[in-house]
Each structure stands twice: as structure tokens, then as C-alpha cells.
């Protein structure tokens, strides 16, 4: 049994991420943690978990937490992260890290659309970046791994095998996403109080979201490609799910069937990656690892719709998934 | 008062024509029709409308119809529409007809994308667009005049100035739209199913759908530019609203500011479209005749938001906005 | 032209108020405030005002607010509004007041469920209660009125009737009703942070809440009556609409068509109770001012169903009806 | 491994069901049916099982399907079930019936309620009631278990024990429930096309709703006791979750504290039922088997509140669960 602690564990991402590996034959919660002294019990923060786990909050003392877990799941804020991420690491503990701290190559990127100095520089472009399908060597050896982030996880999935193929041109990429309003987390705020975002969608963040770097410093990463991804998102009344629908222009005469192909001979030994020759619905993916994708033909234009759930594999799935990984056990374990 | 019918008001969209209508201070309805005649009473069909309408649903019968009203709103289904539009303006009823049978330049392109043959294919092409921000001249004089689709409404109030201005490039124009399940009609099917459609998102029709010909046949009569958008409508967890999400190249330097002063001179004199300087969401426009609309810049690319109501801008709101610009009347009574 | 103001004009039911005070051909809004002096600019409050009202928050002066309007619609929390009341009507301002602090008999109850000394106690029991179907000769002559809660309207409009008409037993009265989201205001709280409650139906407040004695106590103001109903509130995922179920015992051998007979009698004056053969919905009343109610019989028990816009008929659209008779206008003024 | 087939499998309980059971580490399914013959492929009717069983839709055939199963789930409308199930027993196969056929004490209360004659008469009051926390050790021998109602576990949990118990009056109980759309079942009809339901709450099938009578005769099997609860169900915005708010009247000086301590004696050993201090909320137990249950004093009326996912614990994981105590297996199995 691997003893896990998951660090900063009030908000979505951590219930879901309990509920995974509670069922995970291999694992074993040992220590949840909360900045706030004045948490209530387990119970009423996650009255979903009742009964489920004989433990609760206790505020992080890094010695304490190191000598019970092998395994730290970090899910704090970004730069808050980062603080405590290399002393983890320095006493041993394994870390898949939710935040955008380590995600990025470079810390002058970071530090441009984050806006804070970070805490850990030297690490940055060093750590694995957290999609099993496209960095699958490098989660496996990693002691860190940056968990993705959700919009990007839904573009980089069915764009990177495109762009590594030289099927479709570099720019323009447009990603207009769409989310469930629980990917703003679990804070308080009027956008997201019910009655304001209820029978209502919208866009926001255009042209200033954070996920547009990380999706263009993960492109070129993986497959050297320069490209400066217009990325949109929307604020969808539902609980959860991520729609993203992607505008490419194909090179030579490569077409929507062409790109069926590729991802099907770039996802053949990958479980949680599905083509659907139907058009995807978030609703499929709900409550599962799974990223559905398609494309279709639309004047000339490549249009590719991805579905996922941004609580499972655009964050706590795909985290269980790293830690599959990292430890040689099947991808699936503990999610089907 | 004006004397008004419905032909087939068993509808979402006749639904609230007829709210409006009651509302409105120069309009009598005096006749509504349904092509069942096992249609239930008015107040089973609409329970919204119990106690307000002292009428019931007949079927049909052209000559007596025309003789107890002065206009009509034809709320039929494409080709059924224009089966007996003809025949409604021989006997000197002036008509605002919902079906698209009417809003094509050329049969042809409607024989292509509606797969019948028009059954009054000379009218074809001289048909008011009921768009008054656009073609208020032609509407006035109008013996017919074809509303407009909802998805085309939210395209084309904010491009066609852009276009005309020749503010931005003709191609790519790429028309992302969200919209709520009551754009689906009144008629069941399991993709309209509350468990099937709730909780999800999806995308539908991809480059398919028939106001993608709608859009670019509008623009060319605006203002001569040919256009191949590219559109691609979603289905969105919501009862009512529309949201587009356009992204255009700029012409020059053209920026969002530049569009933001474009469409502030274009509109200076309408009411019922709105420059908003936040970004704008379906709920503001709700249960209303206002289209919505800001622009951003994102990475070189312009992108354009507007947000309507698909029942009452992109219907039945537009539908009396033309009915009033027939009569000489104020663009907003009954509406505000 | 009445002058009106608003007092607290930033939530829900203030802009509902606005919207039909805008449509209302006899008021001129003159006045909006807010006790937040950092409050941003109306458009932004409620963005789908935009455009609609030149005018802006200032902060209250009594004074100076009281010159410019002749009604004020005084939309404070309990407490505070009772502060500020007296003042008003002393400047020979009518009120309408949204908040608790009238509507109940007396000084002591007020004092025990709200957990506040009472500001105005003089004034307590001597304002007339807000639903022009059982109090309009009060309410025509008032220098007050006290609107009522949005529950308590539910339930009085068909219990009061029936109660009077000695057609049912005072006991057991058993109220369980459900409330969109909106009820619960503007203000944040995780309770209706978005994926708190969607997807989700959750009763609150069982035995607690402060609608239960105001029922009580209107009943006995309006036909004698001692009762204690049981109250239970439920919270709906939806953003508006109120649907009471209310069990009640017959006496004699009353039964659901004698209940329909008593309210066709009693209402049939009363443009905004309507009565329904169908099962009530709160989606056939949502955005108008009508109440719906139907009866059943179920095993010797009545079960009565009422559903109302707890913004409109549960809120401003009383308001504004209150306002209507105390100016002897039609009831529907604005409204229909 | 224990081969599973599944009658009727184009549902929603079918796929809930299925999810289950490919995680069940002692089932392999080896059948699905459908009577519709043109029922399209496994990965189209339920596009989220897409890859995940490598089997399709066949017809029925009873010899074939026999001998290809140990147990069979039979998901069929009342009286097709009953139709069958008869012929699957005396081939050896085990049943675990979803119909209502197999629920009653006698065929004179079925054929009144459902208005057909049962088709195997002979069997109904001889089968074990699939409720486990009730009736254990009729399952675990059981041939035949009639999967219980969605409203009646909901009201059965928490009313059973108290009327054992004798702590509570037999009369009157009421029981106000809510259930989610998915409770319809996955046939299109009108008032569950998304635009007629969503933003909205009705009660529907008030007095004649047929899981009334099951409430009443399973109370009267457990204990004796003859009740006849007033029901009423009504219909929720959301896809799934049961809440039933229930009234009871105390016996002696019995409170909300007295039933706590009861459910806490009797459920001490049962997983699924959780007892909660707080207001329960169908959010909490959706996707699970669990079914939470509080209490309050209100007035001398005791409060019942149960929550459930209809699907799950008022469908499929119910059906898990006696499957489980069918085999001797933990009740937990597949689920947790």
C-alpha cells in the first residue's frame, strides 16, 4: 500500500481525488490537510465522504506530513505551491502538484501572466508535465509531476499528435472552450453565485487566460512547434465538463478523416483517450478519466471538438493517472 | 388596432409573440391557427396564457382567416410556410414569416440546403430581411418579410457594419455559437430530452447547418462582400439565450476599439442593440429584444461576443420590431 | 407622473421592481441608492438595465431623497429598513417596504424570531400587509405598506380563503415548499456558490424559519383563525418560482372541487390568482404576478399545489400591485 | 465470475447498471437485450460506455440468453417483465425484476393500480422485496428479487424502523418527495422535453401515483402496521437524486433526537444508510448507494428528510447490492 497525503484538500479537485482513491486497491489516505485552522470536520466540508474515511484536517507540518505519506497531491493555490513542493521533495515524498506553478517552461513566463515572483524557480522546465499520453517516460522517473491544467489538457490532446504529424498549419489555432462553473473552484464569488450564472453563458478571460501559454509552451515541448493559440473560455451553467472546439487549418489536403486516422494510430494503446466518429457531449465523459474527440470538415476548416470532465481528467483522473504511471501500475487503476 | 393571426401557434416562438402582442397597445389578435385538430385548448398548450386570450386554436381556412385579420405572423415550418404565404398576400394580408422559406437571395441555394423544392420559388429573392437595423427601408414597404434566423441575428448585427466598413478581412470568419435547448422547437426527440441535454454541452451540424448559407448570403445583400463562415452552433444546458463567438481578422490596424467605435456610429440610432464595454452574457438579455454586443483583441484576432435572446431577438421580438417598423410605429412598443 | 425611489436598489428584487416600474406609464424612477459608497455603476450592478435608466446609486439622504419622489419602495434588510421607515413617511413619503419588520401583529414575535430589538415598534400591527386580495381596503389608505415574504404568499393566498369559509381544520396545516435560488439574494455565501446547490434539491430551516409565524399570524389577522402551519423549505435548483404543496384536513366532507368552488367565488374578481384544473408549474408563472393554485384529493387528505415568481408575485410585482392600489390604479398597471 | 445478462438494456438504469458491473470483480456481463430489433450499435444508445464492453444489443431469446447467464437484471415495463421472468426462473437463471410486477402483496392491489392483468399471478406475495437493509434473508435465497421503487426505498428507509419500533403514528404520514428527470425513464414525451421541465418545479400523480400503494403494503410485510401515506411526487430541474421530505406524528414524547437513536440501532451495521446531523441533499449521494436520512421537531411534527439517487440506490446499485447478498458477496461489491 502506497500512504498518501493530499495537501490543501477543502475545494473540488480533492473530493473527487478522495473518491478515486478511495476505491484505489493500492492506496491509502494517511493525511489530509487545510490552511485554515478553523476547518470543520471532513464530514460537513465533504458531506459526500460521511462514513468514508477515518480521518480529518490537520494543518500542514511539513516533518509530521513526510514521515506518513510516500505520495503528496498538492492541490494549493499557484505560487503557494511552489513554497512547499521542494521540501516535500527533499524529504523524499513524491509530488503531483495541481497548481500552474510548474507547468510552464520557463519562469519568465510564469512570472509575466501569473504575476508573482516564484518561489522555486530552479526547478521550472524541469518537471514533467502531467498528460500521460504525450510525456509518458518522463511521468514515470519524476518526482514532481505538474498536473495540467484543465482547458489545456482539452487542447493539447487532440492538437498534439496533429501538429507532431505536420497535418495542420501553426496558426491560426483558435480554442473556444467551454467549462461547468466548478472549474473556478470552490470560492465564494458573485460570477458564480447560482442566480447570476445560471440559464446564462459567457465569455470571459479573452485574450488574457493563463491556460493560453501553458498550451502553447506544452506544444512546443512536445513537438517544437511555435504556436500562439487564440483561446477563449466560457462559463457554462453546469456543474462540470469541458467542450472544446478547435479551429485548425490543415496542410495539404488533410481533412477531418485524415485526422481520425492520426489520433487513432498516435492513441491506439491508450485507454482513456476515445475517438468518437459521433460529435462528443460532455455528459459522456462526466465522472470518468476519459477524453472523447472528433473532427469534422467545415469550408476548408478543421473543426475538432474534445469532451472532458474537468474534475476528473482535467485534474483529479489525470492525477491518479500520473500516479499510476509513476508507479508502474496500470493506468486505470482505481478509475475502472 | 391592428387585427393579428397566427398560422401555427402552438409553438415556443408563438408563445411569446402572443405575450408580446398582448402587451402591445395598437394590436388586436384576433385569430390563431394549429394544423392539428385535436389540438387542446389554448390555456392546456400555453398554461402561461390561462385567463389572458379569449380565443381558441382553428384550423386553418385562408379566406375567413384573411377577412378577420390585417396581418399575419406565420409560424410554420419551412416550405409549409410558403405554401400559403402567396396566397395570404393576394388577399391583401401583409405577412412576417418565421420560416426560412423567405430569407435566401436564390431558390437554388434554398433548394440545396433545405433538400425540397420552394413551393413559391418567384418570391424567392425579393423578400424584406426582417432585420431593421440593417434594412429598415425595405421593411417598411414590405408585404412580406422574412424574419431572421436566431443564429444569423447574433452574426450578422455585428459583422455586417465591420463588413461594410471594411474593417476586417472577409475570410476567415469563423461563428461559434451557444445556444438554449428551446432553439430546438416544441417537437420531441431524445437529443431534447432533459437527462440526454442537461449537464452537457455539445456541438451540433458542423459545417452542416442551414444558416451557415443564411449568413453569407445576408452579408453579400448588406454590403456585396462574399463570405464563407464558418459556424458551428452548440447545444447549451439553458432554456433560452444565444451567445456567438466570433473571431475575425483585422484589416490595417484595426483593433477592438476601432470595432467598439464602429458599431457605437453604425447603432447610435437603435435601440434594441447594445454596446457593452463588459463582456456580455445571454442572461442580461433574457426574456428581451436587445442584442448585446463587445469586442477584444486576442493575439491579432478580433473577437466579437453578442448575446441575444433566441426567442425574442433572434423571433418573436425581432418579428413585432418589424411588425412596428411596417406600421410606423416606435421599434419598441410593446417590447419596452 | 408619480415620482418614485428605491431604497438598497442592488439585488434581485430591485431590479425586478425596476424593470416593470420602467414599463409603468405613471411612475418616473428618480431615485436609486445604495449604502455601499464604492457601489459601481448601475450598468454594471445590473447589466440588463444597460442603457435603459439615466440615473445612478447615490447613498441615502433623507432629506434630499425626500424631495425628489413622492413613493418609496424601501428594499433593506429587516432592521435596518424599520430605521429609516418612519423617517420617510414623517418627510409624507408612502412606503413599501420589502423587508419584515411590519408584517407581523406584534412587537414580541418580531423580537423573538428575528433576534433584533425593533427600530419602529410603535408601528408594529398597524400597517397593512401587502396581498391586495385579502387586505385591499387596508392597503388602498396606507402610509405603509408591508410587502409580504415570498412563502408566506404561497401559502395565504390559497389557505386565507378556505380558512375564512371554515371549508378546512386549523391543524394540521403541513406548507412544504420549494424556491428557486434567487430567494435566497445577491449576496454570496457557499450555500449557493453555483455547484453547491445545481444538481440538487436540499431542504433548510425545518422548524426555524421566519416565514412559518407570518403565516400564522396573517391568517389570524384575516379571518381569526389560530393556527400553526408546519413549514419546510426547500431549496430548488432554478433561479426563480415557488411551488407550495399544502396538506390540509377537510371538515365536514369538503373535498377538492368544494376548495376550487371556494376560490372561483372568492377570486373571481382577482386578475392575479388564477385558478388551475391542470397541476401548477412555477415555469407557467415565472416572470409574471400571477399565483397559480389547483387542488387534489388524496386519501381523505386535500392536497392544494400554488406556484408564484417569488421576484414578482412573491416580491416586486405585489410591490408594484400594492402601489397600484394605493393610487387607485388597475391592479395590472405595468404588469400586463 | 459470475455471467450477468441484462433484459430491456436501452435505458438509463441500464447504463447506470452496466457502469457498476464492469467494476464488479466477480460479474462478467455476457448479454444485453432490446426488443427493438432496429435498436442501433451498444456505443450509440449509450455513447459513455463507448469501448468499454465488447458486446452488442441481440433480441431476446430466452433458450440462447439461459444458457449464456447465471442471473439476469430485467429492466422491462410492468407486465412485459412478468411476461418472462417466470420462464427465465425455471431455466435455472436467477431474476433481479426492475418492474413493479413482483413488488405487491397480491394481484387484486396490482391489477387495480396498473389496470392489467398480471401475467404471472401466481408468483406475486412469494417475492423477496429488494430493499436488503429490510428484507436480508429473503434476498439471499430468493430466485426472484422485485427491485424496489425509487420513491418507496426513499420512504421505506427511514420509515420502516420507526413503525417497528412503534414510535411513530401509522396515520397521518405524508410523504412529499422530489426526483430528479431521469426518474421518467428514457422515452420521449412532452413534459420532459428540456424547455417544458427545466427552471421549473410541479407536482404531478397527486392520489394516484403507484408507488403509494407499494409504500403501504411493504410496511404492512415488514411490520404489520396498516398505513396509507399521502404521496406526492413532483418533479425537479435536475437529471437525478430522490429527496422525500416526510411528516409523522410521534408517538408518546417521542422527538427528532428518539428517531435518530432508532435508524442508529438499526442501521448500526449498514453501510449504505448514512445518518446525517445535518440537512441531507441529493448532491451528496449522487452517483452512490448511499441513501442519507435526518430528522427534526417541528411543532410537534416530527421532519423526515431521506436523499438517494433514484438510478442507483433507488435503481441499479439497489439491484448490485441484492445481487451481493444473492452470492454471499459484501454488500459493498462493485460500489465502493
Not at 494517511?30 to 460521511?50: F, K, Q, Y
Not at 516533518?63 to 511552489?82: G, I, K, R, Y
Not at 508573482?116 to 526547478?123: G, L
Request: charged content about 20%.
Amino acid at each position: 500500500m502506497i500512504r498518501v497525503g493530499i495537501v490543501g484538500a477543502t475545494g473540488y479537485t480533492a473530493v473527487e481525488l478522495l473518491k478515486i482513491l478511495l476505491r484505489h486497491p493500492e492506496v491509502s489516505v494517511t493525511a489530509i490537510t487545510s490552511r485554515d485552522p478553523n476547518t470543520p470536520h471532513l464530514s460537513e466540508v465533504h458531506p459526500g465522504l460521511r462514513d468514508q474515511l477515518n480521518l480529518n484536517f490537520s494543518q500542514l507540518d511539513i516533518p509530521n506530513f513526510c514521515e506518513s505519506v510516500d505520495v503528496a497531491f498538492c492541490c494549493l493555490p499557484h505560487a503557494a505551491s511552489a513554497e512547499i513542493v521542494g521540501q516535500l521533495v527533499d524529504a523524499g515524498v513524491r509530488v503531483i502538484d495541481f497548481s500552474a506553478d510548474y507547468r510552464l517552461n520557463d519562469v519568465e513566463t510564469f512570472e509575466k501572466w501569473y504575476g508573482v515572483q516564484h518561489p522555486d524557480a530552479a526547478r521550472v522546465g524541469n518537471v514533467a508535465y502531467g498528460i500521460p499520453e504525450l510525456f509518458r517516460a518522463a511521468i514515470k522517473e519524476a518526482d514532481v509531476v505538474a498536473n495540467p491544467g484543465c482547458f489545456p489538457s482539452s487542447a493539447l490532446l487532440p492538437l498534439a499528435p496533429l501538429l507532431k504529424a505536420d497535418l495542420i498549419q501553426a496558426a491560426p489555432i483558435i480554442v473556444d472552450s467551454k467549462t461547468g462553473i466548478s472549474g473556478a473552484g470552490r470560492k465564494t464569488n458573485l460570477k458564480f453565485h447560482y442566480p447570476e450564472c445560471n440559464e446564462s453563458i459567457s465569455a470571459y478571460g479573452i485574450g488574457t487566460h493563463r491556460h493560453m501559454p501553458e498550451i502553447d509552451q506544452i506544444i512546443k515541448r512536445f513537438c517544437g512547434t511555435d504556436v500562439e493559440t487564440v483561446f477563449t473560455p466560457h462559463l457554462t451553467p453546469m456543474d462540470r465538463g469541458i467542450l472544446s472546439t478547435i479551429y485548425v487549418q490543415p496542410k495539404n489536403k488533410t481533412n477531418a478523416s485524415d485526422v481520425m486516422d492520426c489520433w487513432n494510430d498516435f492513441y491506439k494503446d491508450e485507454i482513456f483517450v476515445r475517438l468518437s466518429p459521433d460529435l462528443v457531449a460532455t455528459k459522456n465523459v462526466s465522472g470518468t478519466n476519459f477524453c472523447d474527440i472528433a473532427a469534422r470538415d467545415s469550408r476548408g476548416t478543421i473543426v475538432i471538438v474534445s469532451a472532458l470532465d474537468n474534475l476528473i481528467k482535467g485534474a483529479s483522473g489525470a492525477a491518479v493517472q500520473n500516479f499510476n504511471v509513476m508507479h508502474g501500475f496500470d493506468d486505470t487503476l482505481g478509475m475502472l
